[in-house]
């Protein structure tokens, strides 16, 4: 299993969110693009990368330091956040970014989100983010009206390279990966799904190790410290824990 470390950037901090709730926000580090080294030096393949000021927005909003950040990066960085159209995906992918991760669009505008995922073959992700098994978008704030397994099914249709899949009511509160929920989707969707909210232990990592979960990403677990980076890399990689 792959673990990819989470940088979420709101107002050019990199922060942790409780529940996806903007007024529920600690600042980690002021300097984000910094974190990528120790990431790399630790042992991460990948970065996964988060525009909270784009996802509440609807549209990029930090193109500037998402482009240093993937600039100091030495290894690929996933970017996600107010992704809405053609456009912001090129221009991720012009930053650099390796893959983009793309999550209201794939409710609201399924056309757009099909085409960039054959236009780019191996390089699209669709977060597939849901509260009680409904998908939530703009920001987490409103319902999708649709379900984790029926998006994933469209975007396993729509040749997408994986889906990031998040319980929000789990995320950034220590509660624990919804692992039955995770596993479930795997099972239906017949394409990797990277499980992202609520992992606190290393217990967590290799529960959904043991799951058959392909890759998964850690951030505020990281950020308070309940683990090192390595010590989560070796659990995902098949270390006792």
């Known amino acids: 299993m792959k673990l990819l470390p989470a940088i979420d950037l709101l107002d050019g901090k990199a922060v942790r969110l409780e529940e996806g709730r903007r007024d529920r926000v600690t600042v980690f580090h002021d300097q984000p693009w910094l974190l990528v080294d120790d990431f790399a030096a630790a042992g991460a393949e990948r970065v996964h990368v988060v525009d909270l000021d784009g996802a509440f927005a609807g549209a990029p909003a930090q193109r500037e330091l998402i482009a240093r950040l993937v600039a100091a990066s030495p290894i690929p960085v996933q970017v996600g956040g107010g992704i809405r159209d053609r456009a912001a995906v090129e221009a991720v992918f012009a930053a650099g970014a390796a893959y983009a991760v793309l999550g209201t669009a794939a409710v609201k505008a399924p056309a757009m989100v099909e085409d960039v995922c054959r236009a780019f073959p191996g390089r699209i992700v669709v977060a597939v983010d849901a509260r009680d098994g409904v ?56 394409i990797d799904v990277i499980a992202s909210g609520g992992v606190s232990s290393l217990g967590d990592l290799a529960a959904l190790r043991d799951a058959g979960i392909p890759a998964v990403v850690v951030g505020r677990a990281l950020y308070d410290r309940r683990f090192t980076l390595a010590e989560a890399i070796a659990v995902a990689r098949g270390a006792p824990c």
Not at 162 to 185: Q, S
């Open 135 to 190: 998908v939530a978008v703009e920001g987490w704030v409103e319902s999708g009206g649709v379900t984790a397994v029926e998006l994933g099914l469209r975007a396993a249709a729509w040749g997408a390279a994986a889906l990031l899949y998040t319980d929000v009511a789990r995320d950034g509160i220590h509660a624990g990966p919804n692992l039955a929920a995770t596993a479930e989707l795997a099972r239906q969707v017949g």
